[in-house]
């Protein structure tokens, strides 16, 4: 028989990863509080694990023949430091500077000088720190320091997603091409979103049209954390990248100006203002020929030729 893709194995996959994240964020829909119920932390974090599980059960049915370096679990190739380094300190910092696209453009209201929405936050209690007993711009620093902090913090929770969208699935969709590749995987992670999405996640004003920003968002971070996955044959520099994106996601409160308001589906990394920087990085990438990578991983290839017996 003839070596070949998977494509049932990738079928599978996809069917238990959405019907596992409709399953797991249903008591969000049954409760009608949506993202407000009590338990909503754990239920996004259990989500993040279901396309592991989908990765787990289609690897069992398929005689439990993956191996750790078919889904990218080593370090990878020579080099895999530059990209833990862009994922570590250069993704934190799309996040940083995405307030201030958007003030570029009006459409978020900044206060650099004295972080008064910042402030009214912290008044409310939201903000883990009393703004009365240490300085404003000492709790920013923090904040922002923190933010480096979040790729080792968070890494535990995005390895579920990071395995299934570019361990698993990014390398069985080569054989389309790369450019083809990492933007199926990057539009089917962002529709995966869906269950959470349609309650007002990321995007609260657009709850329904917030699945079209949610899906372009993740395309455009689908080709950045690809082109890591393409680059070392190692799902870990995506992971990194991952975590940094989801611990920078408050970064737009630490600037704002009290009593201002922001819509999130056009300010901030969730808005097409926030964009604008990850899209130069891979147009960056395009005109230097970092992207498509010219030699990935022969271990790239290895899964989809492994697959025969699910086709």
């Not at 059960?57 to 020579?78: I, P």
Request: proline fraction near 6%; glycine fraction near 12%.
């Amino acid at each position: 028989m003839k070596k070949t893709v998977g494509y049932r194995g990738v079928l599978l996959f996809l069917l238990l990863s959405f019907s596992g994240a409709w399953l797991v964020s249903l008591p969000l829909w049954i409760s009608q509080k949506g993202l407000r119920h009590p338990f909503t932390g754990l239920v996004l974090l259990v989500m993040m694990v279901v396309p592991a599980l989908a990765v787990f059960v289609v690897s069992m049915m398929n005689g439990g023949k993956e191996k750790t370096r078919l889904l990218g679990l080593g370090l990878g190739s020579k080099g895999w430091w530059r990209y833990w380094i862009f994922g570590w300190f250069i993704v934190p910092l799309f996040a940083i500077f995405a307030p201030f696209m958007s003030a570029a453009f009006g459409l978020y209201t900044l206060d650099v000088h004295d972080f008064s929405g910042f402030k009214v936050l912290l008044a409310s209690g939201k903000g883990g720190a009393d703004p009365d007993a240490v300085p404003v711009r000492l709790l920013v620093f923090g904040q922002i320091f923190s933010i480096f902090l979040a790729p080792a913090l968070n890494a535990v929770f995005v390895f579920g997603e990071e395995i299934g969208w570019r361990g698993y699935l990014l390398p069985r969709l080569l054989p389309l091409g790369q450019w083809p590749a990492l933007l199926i995987s990057g539009t089917l992670w962002g529709l995966w979103h869906a269950p959470i999405v349609l309650l007002g996640y990321n995007y609260p004003q657009h709850p329904v049209y917030g699945i079209f920003f949610m899906t372009i968002l993740c395309v455009i971070f689908g080709v950045l954390f690809g082109w890591t996955r393409l680059a070392t044959g190692s799902i870990w520099p995506a992971v990194i990248a991952h975590g940094a994106l989801n611990g920078s996601a408050g970064v737009m409160y630490l600037f704002s100006k009290a009593g201002t308001t922001f819509d999130t589906a056009h300010a901030g990394i969730t808005g097409w203002s926030g964009w604008i920087l990850p899209i130069l990085w891979i147009l960056i990438l395009l005109v230097t020929r970092r992207l498509p990578v010219s030699e990935p991983p022969d271990e790239m290839l290895l899964p989809v030729e492994s697959e025969t017996e699910n086709v």
